[in-house]
């Protein structure tokens, strides 16, 4: 590919630390929900603890591996035989106050995407399906029997994927009307679900909106038909403008639009013109991802078979610029950028519910293949390939494989890092919540992002700099604990 190359700014060039073996980024659906459905087998080396000189280049080059930092400790020290933990966390009662959100995974494709890393499956038939449907509902009704839930209702739920909108009407309606039965929806203030824009039509959107949806995601990725035919996406442009028509008749209270920057082939022209036909529909709201290659994805395996380390996707420069200039765009519309990540067209309407409950510490319950739950404290993780996971159901079992309860210090590190991904964090909460004084505590990572200009500190707030906030997933390691920093991340 060729896609446009910039000279480095000056930030990337005369500051950031040279994290070489981890420059990969990540295109998660749906922030958290894509964590649930992340494959065990993905690893990544983090950055050193000690950042080495400013003056040291940065490899700006896309490389092999995981970039984004979707929680904390690094999922390499959640442990089978710290199972009994999990278990332990479903059998108190929630602490007052607390969130509960339901993330259901539906792990069935149409074709996988070169890019994808997520637990999914093509080649399911209809019984398949159902029986998987059938044994998630198991497992709601498994959880909701559990002193953890103490009578609360979810305030969001999730279908992320693979692809939600590969299901059937009947399916859909079948799986949402369970579900409600089992933890009624009535109290939720969103429920978002994931679109292919090629699975979708009149019949099927008038199903979800029924369902009570009011967050609708499509995956557009790109408006191209060749980069995404090259990308391995199943949709095609024509499919786009349509979905999105019929969404926008059914009023969906929130459509968003998911695009990747640096794609294969991609190019700034291709680049603006996606912003362009973006702007043109105009959704509630835009989550952009900056392309990353991780381990178990078809461009990887092609790498590896041709003996390459760089990866035929733009440069983290070029994906930075791309999305500074999506965003600067977006802006110009009246839009407003409401993480590294995302832009809401009115945002007194448009929320982030799921990410934002998640980022400070709410209850998940993850249903499916390899999702993911936080429950009290306790992080786990279900079984991560398909018929080991609906055995243990059958069986009257939760799917758990894996567990891990952070301490004090490092749930404090987990949510200093998620939310410094808003673009800035308010010090006065995280001294109320767990007695840290922040600019203390991390005064020399902090120190030298204010040096270098992309952080501030106004009041009882640190903001981050555009520049910052397009690569914070990088900055954030700088918070890890020492031990955290040379560990395996998945």
């Not at 930092?69 to 959640?78: A, G, I, K, L, R």
């Not at 995956?219 to 979905?243: K, M």
């Not at 036909?277 to 835009?286: F, G, K, M, R, Y």
């Amino acid at each position: 590919m060729a896609p446009s190359r910039r000279s480095p700014s000056s930030l990337s060039s005369n500051y950031l630390p040279n994290y070489a073996s981890c420059y990969i980024v990540v295109t998660l659906w749906g922030v958290y929900a894509t964590l649930s459905s992340y494959d065990r087998e993905s690893t990544m080396t983090a950055a050193p603890a000690t950042p080495p000189p400013a003056s040291r280049p940065v490899a700006e080059e896309t490389t092999a591996g995981n970039y984004f930092v979707s929680n904390y400790p690094p999922f390499s020290f959640w442990r089978p035989d710290q199972v009994a933990q999990a278990h332990a966390a479903l059998q108190r009662p929630p602490v007052a106050g607390t969130p509960l959100g339901i993330y259901l995974h539906i792990p069935f494709c149409r074709k996988r995407c070169h890019f994808c890393y997520f637990r999914v499956y093509t080649n399911k038939d209809a019984t398949a399906i159902k029986r998987y449907l059938d044994l998630a509902l198991r497992e709601l009704e498994i959880y909701r029997a559990q002193p953890f839930i103490g009578g609360r209702k979810p305030n969001f739920i999730y279908f992320g994927g693979g692809t939600p909108s590969y299901l059937s009407e009947s399916q859909l309606q079948h799986l949402t009307n369970e579900m409600k039965a089992l933890l009624p929806w009535d109290e939720a203030e969103e429920v978002t679900f994931e679109c292919e824009p090629g699975t979708l039509t009149d019949h099927k959107l008038k199903v979800i909106r029924e369902a009570g949806v009011t967050r609708l995601s499509l995956g557009v990725e790109n408006f191209n038909d060749h980069i995404l035919d090259i990308n391995g996406r199943a949709h095609r442009s024509r499919e786009i403008r349509r979905a999105y028509q019929f969404a926008r008749e059914l009023e969906f209270p929130q459509i968003n639009i998911d695009l990747i920057a640096g794609m294969v082939e991609e190019t700034e022209e291709n680049w603006r013109d996606c912003v362009r036909q973006t702007l043109e529909l105009a959704p509630d709201s835009v989550t952009i991802y900056q392309m990353e290659v991780p381990y178990n994805t078809d461009i990887y395996q092609e790498m590896k078979a041709q003996g390459k380390l760089v990866a035929p996707v733009a440069s983290w420069q070029t994906k930075r610029e791309w999305v500074k200039y999506a965003f600067a765009e977006l802006e110009r519309a009246g839009y407003t950028v409401a993480s590294g990540y995302t832009a809401a067209r009115n945002p007194e309407r448009t929320h982030f519910v799921y990410r934002d409950n998640l980022w400070r510490g709410a209850d998940l319950i993850g249903l499916g293949v390899a999702s993911f739950s936080h429950i009290g404290g306790t992080h786990f993780q279900n079984q991560h390939d398909f018929e080991p996971y609906l055995a243990q159901l059958q069986h009257g079992k939760l799917p758990i494989y894996r567990a891990l309860t952070p301490t004090a210090e490092e749930r404090m590190i987990r949510e200093l890092a998620l939310q410094f991904k808003l673009g800035r964090i308010n010090k006065k909460y995280f001294h109320q919540k767990f007695g840290v004084d922040i600019p203390v505590r991390f005064a020399e990572p902090l120190g030298r992002w204010q040096q270098a200009g992309i952080l501030q500190f106004d009041g009882d707030w640190l903001q981050l700099s555009r520049d910052g906030l397009l690569q914070v997933d990088r900055l954030v390691r700088e918070l890890f604990l020492p031990e955290h920093h040379a560990a395996r991340y998945a």
